[in-house]
């Protein structure tokens, strides 16, 4: 038998929304966040609906469920996005999340790296060393992020010897891989490196829990649109690459990010000089 109190109650509060939502726009006000912020709490951010400035987005989620729901399921809660308790949060990845690979390596080195991408059909070269180098193990695989090394315009990888051994200023391995204007990726180091500085979750895209990968390329124009500044055989490979790591390690194309997205302070970097957007959309 239905409950009529609750079904009034319910009506009304869709009244109630809907009068906010025509005047605030946004659900919340509290949901009103940085767009990066929004996505890497697994929210969809919508534009138009926020005061102030254009990366002010409202942030909805699809996924909002109990807390310890979520963690039980491999999950990741975050609170601040969904109506309701506060056990009700919004959980990003977890066992219905796509992608979910075979392996989740916890404070390990990343020695199947080589193997990964040569399976993906792509043409690998193990630097020499590779599976001992790292500043220690890395803590896990949530994340990837996406660079440009801003190198020298010419060449196949000349930035080699910089994201192996690093500058006079940070000590190398700056990536665990390279990717060379022919599509060649190159294994570099397989614990952890030193390529996202600080970021919008470090517990996804800090150097501890993800893969770095630094592709050759000078980097200008500074542009974040298509992909027109790259070879296409370099850009198909980067692709290629990535899905082969997502694949195995259960990184969901949400967890794919720019260093330009990931970056904190917003503005900090400017890598790579495509569209990301475009980029996720092919990583399917
Ligand atoms: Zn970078």
Same mark, same amino acid.
């Given at each position: 038998?239905?409950?009529?109190?609750?079904?009034?109650?319910?009506?009304?509060?869709?009244?109630?929304?809907?009068?906010?939502?025509?005047?605030?726009?946004?659900?919340?006000?509290?949901?009103?966040?940085?767009?990066?912020?929004?996505?890497?709490?697994?929210?969809?951010?919508?534009?138009?609906?926020?005061?102030?400035?254009?990366?002010?987005?409202?942030?909805?989620?699809?996924?909002?469920?109990?807390?310890?729901?979520?963690? %039980?399921?491999? &999950?990741?809660?975050?609170? *601040?996005?969904?109506?309701?308790? !506060?056990?009700?949060? +919004?959980?990003?990845? @977890? $066992?219905?999340?796509?992608?979910?690979?075979?392996?989740?390596?916890?404070?390990?080195?990343?020695?199947?790296?080589?193997?990964?991408?040569?399976?993906?059909?792509?043409?690998?070269?193990?630097?020499?060393?590779?599976?001992?180098?790292?500043?220690?193990?890395?803590?896990?695989?949530?994340?990837?992020?996406?660079?440009?090394?801003?190198?020298?315009?010419?060449?196949?990888?000349?930035?080699?010897?910089?994201?192996?051994?690093?500058?006079?200023?940070?000590?190398?391995?700056? %990536?665990?891989? &390279?990717?060379?204007?022919? *599509?060649?990726?190159?294994?570099? !180091?397989?614990?952890? +490196?030193?390529?996202? @500085? $600080?970021?919008?979750?470090?517990?996804?895209?800090?150097?501890?829990?993800?893969?770095?990968?630094?592709?050759?390329?000078?980097?200008?124009?500074?542009?974040?649109?298509?992909?027109?500044?790259?070879?296409?055989?370099?850009?198909?490979?980067?692709?290629?690459?990535?899905?082969?790591?997502?694949?195995?390690?259960?990184?969901?194309?949400?967890?794919?990010?720019?260093?330009?997205?990931?970056?904190?302070?917003?503005?900090?970097?400017?890598?790579?000089?495509?569209?990301?957007?475009?980029?996720?959309?092919?990583?399917?």
């Amino acid at each position: 038998m239905p409950n009529i109190a609750l079904l009034t109650s319910i009506v009304c509060l869709t009244i109630i929304h809907l009068r906010i939502a025509s005047v605030a726009g946004c659900w919340s006000a509290n949901a009103c966040i940085d767009r990066n912020v929004c996505i890497s709490k697994g929210g969809t951010p919508q534009t138009g609906l926020c005061p102030g400035a254009a990366n002010i987005q409202c942030c909805t989620c699809t996924t909002c469920k109990d807390a310890a729901a979520c963690s %039980a399921s491999s &999950g990741t809660p975050h609170a *601040g996005i969904c109506a309701g308790a !506060a056990n009700i949060q +919004c959980c990003k990845g @977890g $066992s219905t999340s796509p992608g979910t690979g075979p392996s989740k390596p916890t404070n390990t080195m990343l020695t199947g790296l080589a193997d990964i991408l040569r399976g993906a059909g792509l043409n690998v070269v193990e630097v020499a060393g590779w599976k001992t180098r790292g500043h220690g193990v890395m803590a896990s695989v949530k994340g990837i992020v996406v660079h440009h090394t801003a190198g020298p315009k010419t060449g196949d990888y000349p930035s080699l010897g910089v994201v192996r051994d690093g500058t006079s200023s940070l000590a190398g391995p700056l %990536a665990q891989l &390279g990717l060379g204007r022919s *599509g060649t990726w190159f294994v570099i !180091a397989a614990g952890r +490196c030193y390529h996202a @500085g $600080s970021t919008i979750d470090d517990s996804i895209y800090g150097n501890s829990n993800a893969i770095g990968i630094e592709a050759e390329g000078a980097g200008l124009p500074a542009t974040d649109s298509g992909h027109a500044h790259w070879p296409e055989v370099q850009y198909q490979s980067y692709v290629k690459g990535v899905k082969a790591l997502q694949k195995a390690y259960g990184v969901a194309s949400t967890r794919v990010l720019g260093h330009k997205e990931a970056a904190v302070p917003k503005g900090r970097k400017i890598d790579p000089n495509f569209s990301m957007a475009e980029f996720r959309t092919k990583l399917g």
